[in-house]
């Protein structure tokens, strides 16, 4: 082979790694574009399982509340209830009582009538 021969050889070959390095690059300059895509995606994800979890934690804390709320309410409702019936109690002694004063003022006036008309 002649120099000029050997010359345009490796010429060729200098092209062929110039193009396959070029290649690389792009194969490169792609697997990045992806890699940044992927982590932009992971990104995404993570930030919507952390607001899923925030969520979750907010939806405990409210029935939590609401427990709370529904048990304090169930208190004063008991609380209501047992003075009702101390209320009905009583209304059902006064009741009673004056039916016992109405009985005896009725034979306290059936006496006198007694006497009256003697």
Not at 4 to 14: A, F, Q, R, Y
Not at 46 to 59: C, F, M, P, T, V
Not at 87 to 101: G, M, N, P
């Amino acid at each position: 082979m002649s120099p000029e021969e050997k010359l345009d050889h490796i010429v060729k070959m200098l092209d062929v790694v110039a193009a396959n390095t070029l290649k690389a690059v792009q194969v490169a300059e792609e697997a990045k574009t992806e890699a940044k895509a992927a982590r932009e995606e992971a990104k995404a994800a993570r930030e919507e399982a952390k607001a899923a979890r925030l969520l979750g934690e907010a939806n405990q804390t409210s029935i939590q509340l609401l427990a709370e709320g529904l048990s304090t309410l169930n208190e004063k409702m008991n609380y209501a209830l047992n003075k009702l019936d101390a209320v009905d109690r009583k209304y059902d002694q006064s009741i009673t009582e004056l039916h016992a004063k109405c009985q005896s003022l009725e034979e306290r006036v059936a006496r006198l009538e007694r006497l009256v008309t003697g």
